[in-house]
């Protein structure tokens, strides 16, 4: 039974591995880098992090460099997930083994991270405008995306799924940059009573 399970797992190793090899084989085939769409494509990848490295308030970089990697992380499962079950996939892969890249690890992460700053730098509701900014990106971008070839959506999927799986995202990436800037400003407690038996030694000089 046991040698039947581990062939049976190989078996389903073999045919991710076909499947790969064929988007492979299909991004040369169709030769997508010499199209317009691909490289519209590698502009959603390197066009925002070239505004964020700009745009990005330095005094605050490692928090919000926190927050976005969150976001990159949390969306990249979400959008691995979507297209292992055939929901979502990218016909103009700027990578074909990273199909989503250009997504998952600029455009997206960058979009939120731009909100997150300007809403903690004006002391502005961050749920409140991140949700409108995933409404336009459930809604308005990736229609349009759908609308040129470069994003395509399988059986019953819509929009408004698309839009949960953001506001998840937002608020995932929220609270565990909260919890960390909260960690940070709670030192440990063997910390704190080392410092105050320090600052009480008198002084022996």
Avoid: C
Avoid at 3 to 21: A, M, N, P, T, Y
């Amino acid at each position: 039974m046991e040698k039947v399970r581990i062939s049976e797992f190989d078996k389903i190793v073999e045919l991710g591995k076909q499947g790969q090899k064929a988007l492979n084989q299909y991004w040369l085939d169709y030769t997508l880098y010499a199209s317009v769409e691909y490289w519209l494509m590698v502009l959603f990848l390197i066009g925002p992090l070239i505004l964020l490295f700009f745009k990005i308030d330095r005094t605050k970089i490692f928090r919000i460099a926190f927050y976005g990697y969150s976001v990159h992380v949390f969306f990249g499962y979400e959008d691995l997930f979507g297209r292992n079950m055939g929901f979502w996939n990218y016909p103009f892969p700027v990578l074909p083994v990273l199909p989503g890249i250009s997504l998952d690890s600029s455009l997206i992460p960058v979009t939120f991270m731009l909100v997150y700053q300007w809403s903690i730098n004006h002391k502005k509701n961050y749920y409140l405008y991140a949700i409108l900014t995933a409404v336009i990106l459930s809604f308005a971008f990736k229609p349009m995306l759908v609308g040129l070839g470069l994003f395509k959506m399988y059986g019953n999927l819509h929009y408004v799924h698309l839009f949960l799986s953001y506001l998840s995202v937002l608020i995932l990436a929220k609270l565990l940059t909260n919890f960390f800037v909260w960690m940070k400003s709670r030192p440990k407690r063997g910390h704190d009573l080392s410092t105050s038996k320090t600052e009480r030694r008198p002084d022996s000089t």
